[in-house]
């Protein structure tokens, strides 16, 4: 008798996303509140943080009041909204730190404006915002080793964004040895594609910030999974012309492809679905301090055996660094506080649908954030 296995669909809890960039305001030609979390439901994810290197960034009230009044009339899952940290928002930012997902603090140069170069608006930051509310980082390399210092001075917790490299993650375990308050999230790019795949991928589409690594990082980042607190897609979604153009703008899409490209390591004991239920859920509910979602859940076929393609998804770039691999592991159903929010390969949750993760936004108290 084949094993019983293949006779009832796995039930995921509603998935996390922490990490996608959702392009609304400024570039809706690349994704927007609506088309980017159809992607997310279709991927397994019930709730998606969104980073701030929008047009206009997310760095003020105003702009984080007026991104969430659009985000909360077209998300079709549940959303944050992280608050970027610029140069002259250090004083302004804890205010209205409760109404955002979190700070991110680009240390690196990426896409769009956001990006601290002096270490002390670093530490003015860290020294500002509230303790117990998230902080993030795009870091790489030594800025990383940096930041890591920043964190054990100030003793503010800083979760470090896709984190690439066998020197990141061996620092990381070392920081996390010795009590320094770091988390950390891996990307699936970085656990399944490395340099040697650019080639197959063209050279504009295999632009992306981290860059991908070479084999030994990859390695690295499998041997030390007890280190990596979540998986992050840091979906970044630019369109097919862009990334074909003369000048490729940085980022994969990625939250279609997550789950799948996850389930299909668990086929194969690289990972276990706890490992997965881990780093998809559990830490990032804790890590980012997100509500209880009632009856939410995914019901993933485990059996399914396809190759990724673009065709099809519900992400409006129209492109995937995975096109036609193999993978083993399918999102059926995903229900959302009771109503079936996609099945069948269909969305069916509606805009606006989706709640925002930091309530209290919607109805400020007091003067915090203008209208
Ligand atoms: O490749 C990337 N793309 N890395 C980042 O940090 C930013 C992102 C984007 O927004 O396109
Ligand atoms: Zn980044
Ligand atoms: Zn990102």
Redo the contacts with the bound molecule.
């Keep these: 008798m084949p094993a019983a296995k293949t006779m009832k669909p796995l039930t995921l809890p509603g998935l996390i996303d922490p990490h996608v960039?959702m392009r609304e305001p400024g570039a809706t030609h690349k994704e927007d509140w609506d088309s980017g979390t159809a992607a997310a439901l279709a991927g397994g994810f019930t709730t998606i943080l969104a980073?701030p290197?929008t047009a206009p960034p997310v760095t003020s009230a105003e702009t984080l009041q007026s991104t969430l009044k659009l985000a909360g009339s077209k998300a079709r899952c549940d959303f944050g909204q992280y608050l970027g940290a610029g140069v002259d928002n250090t004083t302004s930012a804890p205010a209205i730190a409760p109404f955002s997902t979190g700070l991110k603090m680009?240390l690196d140069q990426?896409?769009?404006p956001l990006r601290l170069d002096d270490m002390t608006d670093w530490l003015a930051h860290l020294q500002a915002w509230p303790h117990g509310l998230p902080l993030c980082a795009?870091c790489e390399g030594k800025t990383l080793a940096a930041v890591i210092l920043l964190a054990d001075l100030t003793r503010h917790p800083v979760h470090l964004?896709?984190v690439s490299r066998r020197e990141e993650i061996l620092l990381i375990r070392k920081a996390k040895e010795q009590g320094i308050p770091v988390t950390c999230e891996v990307t699936p790019h970085h656990l399944f594609l490395s340099e040697d795949d650019i080639p197959a991928i063209g050279s504009g589409r295999s632009?992306?910030?981290?860059r991908l690594a070479n084999r030994r990082d990859i390695q690295a980042l499998w041997d030390n999974l007890d280190v990596i607190d979540c998986f992050a897609s840091?979906h970044?979604?630019?369109t097919l012309a862009e990334k074909d153009s003369p000048t490729p703008?940085?980022?994969?899409p990625g939250l279609e492809t997550s789950l799948p490209l996850l389930l299909t390591a668990a086929a194969e004991k690289r990972l276990t679905i706890d490992d997965i239920i881990l780093r998809c859920y559990t830490n990032p509910a804790r890590i980012f301090r997100l509500p209880e979602q009632p009856d939410t859940r995914v019901e993933v076929d485990l059996d399914a055996r396809y190759a990724i393609r673009a065709a099809g998804a519900f992400t409006r770039c129209g492109w995937t660094p995975f096109e036609g691999m193999p993978v083993q592991g399918r999102v059926m159903r995903v229900t959302l506080r009771g109503q079936t929010a996609f099945e069948d390969g269909k969305v069916l949750a509606q805009p606006g649908s989706g709640r925002n993760v930091r309530p209290e936004m919607t109805t400020p108290p007091g003067a915090a954030l203008p209208d």
């Design positions: 960039h980073m290197n680009y990426t896409y769009g795009h964004c896709h632009e992306v910030r981290p840091d970044a979604p630019h703008p940085p980022g994969f």
